[in-house]
């Protein structure tokens, strides 16, 4: 789970130590009580996409972009 701190620089801070805009992805831990809702996390706008999937499908190159774009390349 993300820990949600009440000072949002705070978990921007975090994000960006992490390199979370090229690391970090999202699962939700469904269908657990305690899972993460996508629409309740609190990111900043310049990662989210990359969180919510973008990361993935760069990671697991063979997945077709559901943009309906072609393939991402291996880097």
Same mark, same amino acid.
């Given at each position: 789970?993300?820990?949600?701190?009440?000072?949002?620089?705070?978990? @921007?801070?975090?994000?960006? @130590? /992490?390199? @979370?805009? =090229? *690391?970090?992805?999202?699962?939700?831990?469904?269908?657990?009580?305690?899972?993460?809702? /996508? =629409?309740?996390?609190?990111?900043?706008?310049? /990662?989210?996409?990359?969180?919510?999937?973008? *990361?993935?499908?760069?990671?697991?190159?063979? /997945?077709?972009?559901?943009?309906? =774009?072609?393939?991402?390349? @291996?880097?």
């Amino acid at each position: 789970p993300l820990e949600q701190p009440d000072n949002n620089k705070h978990l @921007a801070a975090m994000l960006e @130590a /992490i390199y @979370a805009d =090229e *690391t970090l992805m999202f699962a939700s831990d469904f269908p657990h009580w305690d899972f993460d809702d /996508i =629409e309740k996390l609190n990111l900043p706008r310049a /990662i989210r996409d990359n969180v919510h999937g973008l *990361t993935a499908l760069k990671t697991y190159n063979r /997945i077709p972009d559901p943009r309906g =774009e072609n393939q991402l390349a @291996a880097e």
